[in-house]
C-alpha cells in the first residue's frame, strides 16, 4: 500500500475496514473543485505573506491548476487510501510537481478546509436553488394570471367552504414560496462566512491574511474564532431548516394536485410529460411527480435530523462525526434542485378543467355564509341569520336543490327579510367579488396581490 501522508507516526498499515469506513472520498469527491478553488486562494496568501517563497507558490498554483483541468476532464482519480478529498488533492498535487507540493498545507488543516469547502459549495447551490423558486413563483404568478377568471371552491376542513378565485389559491403559494427565498438568503449571510486560517483549532503560527483570503474568495466576513470556525455547521442546519420548510410547501401543493387531478375533483388535469401509467391497468395516468416529490420531503426532514442529532452532544472542536455533515446536505442539494424544477414545469403546463371546476361551485352550498350576510344587512343578528340559512341548508338537502333554485315563496316562508335581490347576492361572481379587504379572494384584490408580486420578482 502507498504511504499516508500523515503517516509518520504509525508503524503498522490501516486495517482494510477501517480504511473504508472512515474515508469520505466516496462522497466528498464532489468538493473537489471547491477544495482546488479554496487551495489556489490559500498558496497565493502564503506567496504574498512570506509564509513560502513566491516562487514555490507560483509552482504551487500551477500544480493546482492542471489538477483541476484534470478533474474538469473526468481524469482525475480518486483512491479510498488517501481517505478524503482534501488529501487526494494533494497527492495528485505531488505527484504533478513532487515534494514542493508538500508546502500547501503550511498554516493549514483539514478541519478549516473541509469547513471552507462546503461554505464554498453550499453558497453556490443556495444561489440556484432560490434561482429555482424565483422561477416557480413566476410561474404561479403567470398561471394566476391567466386563469383570473377561474372560480374554485375553497375549503376547510376539506369540505367545501366559500369559493375563491384559483388565482388566490396560487398566490397563496407564491407567498409561501417568497417567504421560502427569503429564509434561504437569509441563510446565506452566515453561509457566506470564511473559516480558513483557523488551523486545526487553535489558530497558527504563520502570519496568515485571512481576509485575503476571503476576499480572493468572495466571501464577505471571516469567523472569528478559530474554534467556532471548524465546528460550526449552523449554517448547514439553517440550510436544511429552510430546506424542509421549503419541502413541506411544495408538499401540501402535490397534495393538492393529486387530489385536483383525481376523478372525484377533476379540477386539473397533469400534462402527459409529467405523469406515468400502470403496467397491468391500461386506464391509468398517475402524478407520480407530485406524489414524489411529497414523499421526497421525507427524507429532506430526515436529513435535518440526521444532523441536528450527529451535532447533538458533540465537544468543541474538530470530531469525525462532523464527516456525517455531507451526504444529506448532498442529497438535500440534489432533492431540492430536481423537486423545484419539476414542479415548476408541471404547473406551467397544467391544465385546468373549466367546465368542471365551474359545474364544482355552481353545486355546493358555499354561498351559504353570503346569504347569512345578507340578512344581516337586512338588520337581523348574525346568530339568528346563520340559524336562519342553516335550516334552508338542510331543506335544500331534504329537497336536492342548491341555495339558487330555491324559489321566493319559499324564501319568505324562512323568513320576511328575503327580496328578489338576494339572487344576485348569492351568484358565486358576486359572492368572490365581494371579498375585496386587502388580501381578500375578489379580483380586484387578487390583481393587487399580483401587482406585489410582480414587483418583488423585478427584484431578482
Ligand atoms: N474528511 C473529513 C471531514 O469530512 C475532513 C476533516 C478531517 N479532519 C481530521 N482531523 N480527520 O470531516
New binding site residues.
Given amino acids: 500500500a502507498e504511504t499516508k501522508l500523515w503517516g509518520g507516526r504509525f508503524t503498522k498499515p490501516t486495517n482494510e475496514i477501517v480504511e473504508e469506513f472512515t474515508a ?1 472520498i466516496q462522497f ?1 469527491q464532489k468538493l473537489a473543485a471547491q477544495d482546488i478553488k479554496g487551495s489556489l486562494a490559500h498558496v497565493k496568501m502564503l506567496g504574498r505573506q512570506g509564509i513560502i517563497p513566491e516562487a514555490d507558490a507560483a509552482k504551487i498554483a500551477d500544480g493546482l491548476l492542471a489538477v483541476q483541468a484534470k478533474l474538469m476532464q473526468g481524469e482525475l482519480q480518486f483512491s479510498v487510501q488517501h ?4 488529501m487526494n488533492v494533494e497527492k495528485h498535487l505531488l505527484d504533478e510537481i513532487g515534494p514542493v507540493g508538500g508546502k500547501l498545507h503550511t498554516g493549514r ?3 478549516d ?2 469547513a471552507l469547502d462546503m461554505h464554498l459549495y453550499l453558497k453556490e447551490e443556495v444561489a440556484e436553488i432560490a434561482g429555482l423558486l424565483v422561477r416557480l413563483v413566476e410561474v404561479l404568478a403567470e398561471k394566476a394570471e391567466s386563469h383570473l377568471d377561474v372560480i374554485i371552491p375553497g375549503y376547510t376542513h376539506l369540505q367545501r367552504a366559500q369559493p375563491v378565485l384559483l388565482a388566490h389559491h396560487l398566490l397563496a403559494y407564491a407567498g409561501m414560496f417568497r417567504r421560502d427565498v427569503e429564509r434561504l438568503l437569509d441563510a446565506q449571510k452566515r453561509i457566506d462566512m470564511m473559516p480558513l486560517g483557523s488551523g ?1 483549532l487553535a489558530g497558527t503560527t504563520f502570519p496568515v491574511d485571512r481576509e485575503f483570503v476571503a476576499e480572493e474568495l468572495g466571501f464577505a466576513r471571516v469567523y472569528e474564532n478559530s474554534m467556532d470556525a471548524v465546528s460550526d455547521r449552523d449554517f448547514i442546519l439553517e440550510f436544511l431548516s429552510a430546506a424542509s420548510i421549503l419541502m413541506m410547501h411544495l408538499s401540501r401543493f402535490c397534495e393538492e394536485l393529486v387530489l385536483w387531478s383525481s376523478t372525484e375533483f377533476g379540477f386539473v388535469e397533469l400534462d402527459d410529460a409529467y405523469c406515468t401509467g400502470s403496467s397491468i391497468m391500461p386506464q391509468k395516468k398517475n402524478p407520480d411527480v407530485a406524489e414524489l416529490i411529497r414523499g421526497k420531503t421525507g427524507r429532506v426532514y430526515g436529513n435535518l435530523f440526521g444532523l441536528l442529532t450527529v451535532l447533538k452532544g458533540l465537544p468543541l472542536a ?1 470530531n ?1 462525526d ?2 456525517e ?2 451526504e444529506g446536505m448532498f442529497d438535500t442539494v440534489e432533492t431540492l434542485k430536481t423537486s423545484l424544477l419539476l414542479f415548476a414545469g408541471m404547473i406551467e403546463t397544467m391544465h385546468v378543467r373549466r367546465e368542471n371546476v365551474e359545474k364544482a361551485v355552481r353545486e355546493d352550498f358555499s354561498n351559504a355564509t353570503d346569504l347569512a350576510d345578507y340578512l344581516v344587512r337586512k338588520g337581523l343578528p348574525f346568530r339568528q341569520a346563520h340559524e336562519v340559512i342553516g335550516k334552508l341548508v338542510l331543506f335544500c338537502i331534504t329537497e336536492g336543490k342548491f341555495l339558487a333554485d330555491v324559489t321566493m315563496e319559499e324564501y319568505k316562508d324562512a323568513s320576511e327579510l328575503f327580496e328578489a335581490d338576494l339572487y344576485e347576492a348569492i351568484d358565486v361572481r358576486t359572492v368572490v367579488n365581494v371579498r375585496n379587504s386587502l388580501g381578500g379572494t375578489g379580483t380586484e384584490s387578487v390583481k393587487r396581490q399580483l401587482v406585489q408580486v410582480k414587483e418583488w420578482l423585478a427584484g431578482f
Fill in positions: 469520505s466528498d481517505e478524503d478529498v482534501h488543516s483539514r478541519n478546509q473541509v486545526a474538530y469525525k462532523l464527516q455533515d455531507k
